[in-house]
């Protein structure tokens, strides 16, 4: 039996490939304990292979059910292998990802999907070159029309065991996280010492509380991390994120052909604008100022009038009240059902416009793209508060 795990960013197509690879030998439910969509299935013509389509997540850290989800099947569950599905179109945010996945160890090969529409942008990206610098697999795809699909189904079976070498940092940072691996050493397994390494060097909450490190290796490590914030001026979180998007910056550079050198796509100047340090934050600002503008004050706003003032204010407790009075209702009993349950309800009910065109408005800001991209602005000022970039949404709706 060979496991493997479909592992990748939101809406980069995951959902697309699995359904192609099992189609209709899948099972749908929920993780244990966590109301986040468990979905797996067995592969078409290949019953001895299950494949398990992890949430969508940005990164391994635990600040989301999904990424708890997702981080606890590969390093307690360890499939055999994981098919990191890519957007082609933003590869630098999904790197991110494939990164943190190479850290875990486990054998991963690099499903490069959208190819066809990295062509329309005047791009491509010279996939051997990508290969030799992650040092994994890396295959092009398209998903939705089912291109190479047969070839990955070849690698999946065959790189079962193949191994690799984790990415290469700082040198400074590898030298911390050697020792922290000294000091992990003969406490967690050989093959997970790097990701451990990492997530203490991080200060990751889940590890310091689950692994059983003596005092002694505890203290060593603290000093470590003291050691190297003093080196880098910086929290040991930012500076392995920051060695991650320099890792990053180099394949990219390296990896990406681009056919209209001087030619920038919309989308290119969408991001130049949405992502800018400067200008991103500001930006974000005049967004949601315009989807509370619509939701609350005008057309979610006249709905909730409309509700409030003629449903329930005039043509419920009206007819309400005409046909109570035909029926001879004693006067208590039609103060009850009227100002009681009629009343009650259109309090509650006048809310629903209002809420219905937020949602709609934040659903079109997610299908286009721009959640992502503020998602991917906002990650590296809340990783300092152990949250993840996505969580800005929520906590200000």
Partial sequence: MINVA????????????????????????????????KKSGRLKKHKDVVIQDLPGIYSLSPYSPEEVVSRRYLIDGRPDVIVNVIDGTNLERNLYLTLQLMETGLPIICAVNMVDLLKKQGKRINLKKMEYLLGVPVIGISALKKTNLDVLIDMMIEEKHKEYSFPKYDDRLESALSMIEDQLRGVVSDEDLRFYAIKFFEQDDDVWGNVALDSTRRSEIEELIKTAEKVFGDETGSIVANARYDFIARIVDMSIVNEKDFVMTASDYVDMVVTNRILALPIFVLVMWLVYYISIQTIGGAGSDWVNDVLFGELVPDTATALLKSWHVASWMQGLIIDGIIGGVGAVLGFVPQIAVLFLCLGILEDCGYMARVAFVMDRIFHRFNLSGKSFIPLLI
């Fill in 6 to 37: 479909l592992a990748g960013n939101a809406n980069c197509g995951k959902t697309t490939l699995f359904n192609a690879l099992t189609g209709a030998n899948q099972f749908v439910g929920n993780w244990p304990g966590v109301t986040v969509e």
